[in-house]
């Protein structure tokens, strides 16, 4: 059976050269590109080859760059940054930490404020030009920018929003702090939910900036092209990084890490880097719900039946039934009809499992907002412990323990 599994040819349904496999037998080392996928790797997707070869198995942590995600596209961050901590933090950004003692000062604090704001003002800006929506910049920015994907669940963001407005609709004067909710990314040209699922938001932010009952404290852009070009402008203007894919999907991300190296606070779940960027900034500075990667197995093993959490939820039956009734899409029933009877009946990616979850961590994600002194505490946390995630301290370690490349010294 062991060699059956670890065949370079599967043979179910024809002969198949399995890709993965061949990879691993003609490599002298494998890794995972964060703890969670590394340990997902070795236990169960190459277990059979771990057992064999684990001196050939390590972890490598991805990185992002800081000089382009925080000193180019941040520059007023990037000069207090300076001030504070010397030009050295660029190329040593564990210097970063040192920033810590700065979290509760005032005058930091008001700084940290006044850049974050101009940022979003830049944004702004930017939204207006290109698709003439008007947001502003004082309220909480909500941002998901990735490539669209449901295991990366775009549209369990879209039933938060969704219930937000269901309850400001029948609530007009419930407390809640203004949010804009900005999304980014683009589908495979031949991925029919990740499309339908872009054209979902895009439907939604029609019908809530349109509605004056809801737009005085909530609007929802999504910003075309997302590129590195205009990920300059995004990331900095981040209030909250949205990073809910299933437990155990994600091999690692990267946006997580530039969000995180210019302040804003992650709502997430344990996937991917957020395992460890949760660890960094501590748990304190992370909003974190959801299943676990080995509770999401054990939910599936036992067979998942999201119809039943459909049933137990009034709220997310009702969000439901508007989307799926054509309330964002002037009445045509059908334009949605996949997604809603996708998640109600096979919910590959456990949307509904999570969902009550999700809606209670947004709840605080409010609470935390309107404390402004803690909320821009946690931000200055978040960059002050980000510096495990750049890309220099990553390719060391490719280079030490993979590649076996050794640095030399360049006389200028």
């Known amino acids: 059976a062991r060699v059956a599994r670890m065949s370079l040819i599967g043979e179910e349904g024809g002969k198949r050269v399995r890709m ?87 005058a930091f604090q008001r700084d940290w404020r006044a850049i974050k704001l101009g940022n979003k003002q830049r944004l702004s800006s930017y939204i207006r ?6 947001i502003d910049p004082s309220w909480l920015f909500d941002i998901q920018v990735k490539r669209i994907h449901e295991y990366k669940r775009q549209h369990l963001n879209v039933l938060h929003i969704v219930t937000m407005y269901r309850r400001l609709k029948e609530n007009p004067a419930l407390t809640m ?119 999401v197995e054990s939910v599936k093993r036992t067979g998942y039946r999201p119809h039943d959490y459909v049933a137990g939820n009034d709220e997310l039956r009702a969000v439901l039934e508007l989307i799926g009734t054509g309330h964002f899409s002037q009445g045509d029933a059908e334009v949605f009809r996949p997604l809603v009877d996708n998640l109600i009946h096979d919910d590959p990616f456990l949307v509904l499992a999570d969902y009550a979850a999700y809606i209670a961590c947004q709840e605080q994600v409010n609470l935390a907002w309107q404390d402004v002194p803690n909320w821009t505490r946690m931000s200055i946390l978040n960059t002050a412990r980000s510096g495990k995630f750049s890309s220099d301290r990553a390719i060391t370690e490719y280079c030490k323990e993979i590649w076996n490349i050794r640095p030399v010294t360049v006389k200028v």
């Not at 070795?42 to 942590?61: C, G, I, M, Y």
């Open 129 to 134: 030009a290109q698709i003439g929506i008007e």
């Open 177 to 295: 702090p203004p949010r804009a909710f900005i999304f980014g990314g683009k589908a495979a040209p031949g991925y029919f939910m990740a499309k339908r699922i872009i054209k979902l938001i895009n439907a939604v932010a029609e019908t809530i900036n349109a509605d004056p009952d809801v737009n005085t404290r909530m609007k929802v852009a999504f910003i075309p092209n997302f590129n590195v070009q205009n990920a300059h402008l995004i990331y900095p203007a981040a209030d909250l990084s949205e990073q809910i894919s299933t437990a155990g999907k994600e091999a690692s991300g990267t946006g997580n890490m530039k969000f995180m190296l210019n302040g804003a606070l992650t709502i997430g779940t344990l996937d991917g880097a957020n395992v460890e960027i949760r660890e960094e900034a501590g748990a304190d500075n992370f909003f974190l719900f959801g299943l676990s990667a080995a509770e």
């Open 20 to 106: 993965a496999h061949l990879a691993v037998v003609g490599s002298h080392a494998i890794n995972g590109v964060a703890a969670l996928h590394t340990e997902l790797l070795q236990a169960s997707v190459l277990k059979d080859f771990h057992e064999l070869w684990p001196e050939r198995f390590s972890n490598k942590t991805n990185g992002v760059t800081p000089r382009r995600f925080l000193a180019l596209s941040n520059p007023r961050l990037r000069e207090l940054l300076d001030h504070a901590l010397g030009q050295q933090w660029l190329t040593e950004p564990d210097l970063l930490r040192k920033l810590d003692v700065h979290a509760d000062n005032d």
